[in-house]
Structure formats: C-alpha cells, structure tokens
C-alpha cells in the first residue's frame, strides 16, 4: 500500500469525525432548552455555561459551524479525487465516490444529527468547547459571507431580519419545560401560558360578539324590560334606540330593582333612562393589557366594543379578561358554558362560536387560532368557503362535519380526531351547490 494513500486515508476520517462533530454541535445547540441547560449549570456541570453562551449567539452560530461543515466535505471530497486516480476505471472511480458520500452522510450528517435531537442538551455540554474553538475560527468568515448575503437580499427588497427569541418566548420554554417533567400541573401550566398569551391578544379576540350580545331596545315598556332583565341572568344590559348601533346606556339590574322597590314594584312607572349608566365605548384593536389596565383604573368592568367605524363589534367585561388566564369561570347558570359536548364514540359536538384557544386550553389541542378566532371561523379559514350542512373536511388532525347552520353561520359542528376513525376521509369532502 502507498504511505500517501494511508495518510490520505487518516485524513478523511479525520474530516468525517469532524463533521459529526459540527453537526452534533450545530443540531444541539438550535434544539437545547435554554432553561435546561440553566439548571445543568447551576449544577456545576462543565461546559454548560459555554453551551449557554453558543445559544444566546443564534445565527451567528449556526452560520459558523455551517460553514464548517461545508469546509469539511469539501476538503474530503478533494483528499478523495486524490485518492481516485489510483483505481483502475472509471466505474470503480464512481464506485467509490458515492460509498465515500454514504459514510459521510450516515456517519457525518444523519446519525450525529439524530443523536444530538434526542438529547440536545447533553450533546450541547459534551461539544461546547470543540464548537467554540470552531465559532471562533470561522465566525469571522462567515459574518462576512452572511453580510454579502443580507446586502444581495437588499438589492431584491428583502431584508435578513435575525429572529431573536423574546423573553416570553424564553418564558414559554421554561413552563412547557417544567410541565413535560412534571413538576408544574396543568391548571398552573394554562394560567401562566394564559398571561404570557394576552401580550398577544387584542380586544376583539375575546370579546362577546355582537350575534351573542343581550340588549334591549329602550322603546320597550318597562314591564316588558323587567321581563327580558330577569330572563336574561345578566347584571349589565346595553339599552338601544332607533339601530342597535345608537346604545343609549347599560342598565344595571341593581338599579332597576331599586327604582322597583321605590315605585312599590309598578315597572310603568319606571323612565328607564333615569336609571342608566354611561356607556363606554373601547376600540376592538386595543391590547388585552391595556384594556386590563383600563378596568382597573376606570373601576369598571364592563364595556362596548366598536370598529374603526364606530359600528357596535360586541362587549367585553373584566370578567373575560381573567378567564384567559384562569379558564372558564363556571357558575350554577353555565353548565354548558363550555359549548363542547363529549361523545362516547371519541368526538364532540362544538358550538361554531367556541373559541379555539378554549379547546387548546380545555383538551391540549394545538389548533392555529392567528387566522380565526372560533371554531366556526377555522374551519371557513381552511376551507376557503361557507359549508354545508353535511360537508366535512379534514385538518390539523380532525374531521369536521357542519351539523347546523344559520343563514351564512356555522352553529354547531362535530369534532372527530382522524387518529380514531377507522378509516381517515379525503383531505376535503365538498359537495355541489356549498357557498363560494
């Protein structure tokens, strides 16, 4: 055998060791849980301060050990045509081209990476000072290569924009963190997702629509208001005249009772408008906390909601604003509350107003809710149509069928996970005559 040959031969394996290498550590540190490898420090254990600090360098990182990788299959793939012109024909030169690539790709690529996914943060601890040494090598090159990148971007009008996490995306790791390990319970789990979630959120997501809303028409007779008062159960009611967008006042029904008690409980002798409170009216793109902290200061809990226009959108009361953080507040009036019944045969029966973060919350489902905010709008959202009663469609792990409507308003539906049904539908059942 040539000794060049065998020193040839210790140099790709020295390229293919490091390249698992860069792939471990590259793969490790965009998948290590930042609190993880918090707590492994605080144990003491060496390199988890280093593999923090890769972590907190995102993109930088990741470009660096990159490049590494590329550098490494490079500099393999020249050591082996080298080694190539000493084989005897072209088929065999061939041969041993691609058996040179699957041990790179198995052994360099495939195998590392999987390793380093199922334990990130172990694998980041173990590697973090070969990837430092690495990052500082090549960091310089490839911010370079990665600035000549973001300025051909800018001659076609985008920009590189480096996606850094938020604290409350550093917050939300940590509670999942504890909540797979058990050491937070779900309740806590939904109450602290709950407050970190409404920095997100704006008014007109948990509001009660305009179609849910109870109000009273203030030409009504006052025994007839009574009557809608008492049957309502609600304790604050928007009074209207002429359209329901002219709200007049909210009438509270301790009021009412009182100017019962005074006028010896003869409703006709009742001028409902003496008795109503100002309305106050908050725009529907207002942020969840500043509302919040609208309530607070106002000492009010209760208010309209309307559009840019000024037309009524629904309301929204303190009530709704706590129920994000702490679920549904249940009385002996919401049985149903919920609008989600559980069928024996694994599916449910869902109100098409429910809210999906209601659901998530309620089932750990991981339904999107940036497009539609209810059920009824998700399933319009992707099916790029108003249903049928009849039609179902398939999505994000269930089967929906509409089961009742309202004019162009889904009202009731079924919820079946495709993981229980025997056997899984088209991705969409539509039928002729369905609304465009």
Known sequence: MNPGHGSLGIAVLALLLLLALLTAARTAIAEASRARLVEIQKRGVRGAETA??????NGRADAALALGQMLAVGLAGLVAAMLLPGLPSLPGAVAAGLGLAAIFGLLGLFLPGAYARKRPERTA?????AAALCIAVLGP?????GAVAGWLLGLSGLRDEEDMPSVHDELREAIDLHAQEGTVIK????MLSGILAMQDLRVADIMVHRTKMTMIDGADEPRE????VLKSGHTRIPVWTDTPDNIIGVLHAKNL???LQEHGGDAGKIDIEDILLPPWFVPDTRAIPDQLNAFLKRKSHFAIVVDEYGEVQGLVTLEDIIEEIVGDIKDEDDALASGVIPKPDGSYLVDGAVPIRDLNRAFDWSLPDEEANTIAG???HEARMIPDVGQAFNFHGFRFEILKKRRHQITALRMSPLSRLATPALDAETQPGADA
């Open 225 to 228: 208001i009574v009557a809608k």
């Open 141 to 145: 090159p490839a911010a370079a290569l």
């Open 378 to 380: 998700l399933v319009i």
């Open 187 to 190: 309740n806590d789990r939904d």
């Open 125 to 129: 601890v173990m590697v973090s000072g």
């Open 52 to 57: 923090l600090r890769l972590r907190a360098l």
């Open 257 to 259: 009772f009182a100017a």
